[in-house]
């Protein structure tokens, strides 16, 4: 059973913006630290952006740290990545994950949970 389900990737073109949700199945996300990951065709999967549980939100990669935004609605147990001025490097299959232990890292250690991603794909 996914404990957790990403959602809302999709194409779009140069510029435009998507909102990615990770919505869980029955894991309290309010409990756990939360990261997005993204891995690009060919490449290593990478860390883009964690939140804790108490709601302290990092981007990790400077060159987006004025374009992506990491929140959580704990109400919807879900978190959100929202995503503005997407470039064509920003193609790749998206996913989230969590940990229990509620701490952020940019790794994937200590993320035990991960939902099956949603592509993105920015192309015009």
């Given at each position: ?49 964690c939140i ?65 991603g949603t ?6």
């Open positions: 059973q996914l404990q957790l389900v990403e959602s809302g990737g999709g194409l779009v073109q140069p510029g435009g913006s998507l909102r990615l949700s990770c919505a869980a199945q029955v894991l309290r996300l309010d409990y756990t630290s939360v990261g997005w990951f993204r891995q690009a065709p060919g490449k290593e999967r990478e860390g883009l952006s804790t549980k108490s709601g302290t939100s990092t981007i990790y990669v400077d060159s987006e740290k004025e374009r992506f935004t990491i929140s959580r609605d704990n109400a919807k147990n879900t978190v959100y990545l929202h995503m503005n001025n997407l470039k064509p490097d920003d193609t790749a299959v998206y996913y989230c994950a969590a940990d229990p232990g509620g701490l952020c890292r940019r790794t994937m250690t200590g993320y035990n949970y991960w939902g099956q592509q993105v794909i920015v192309s015009s």
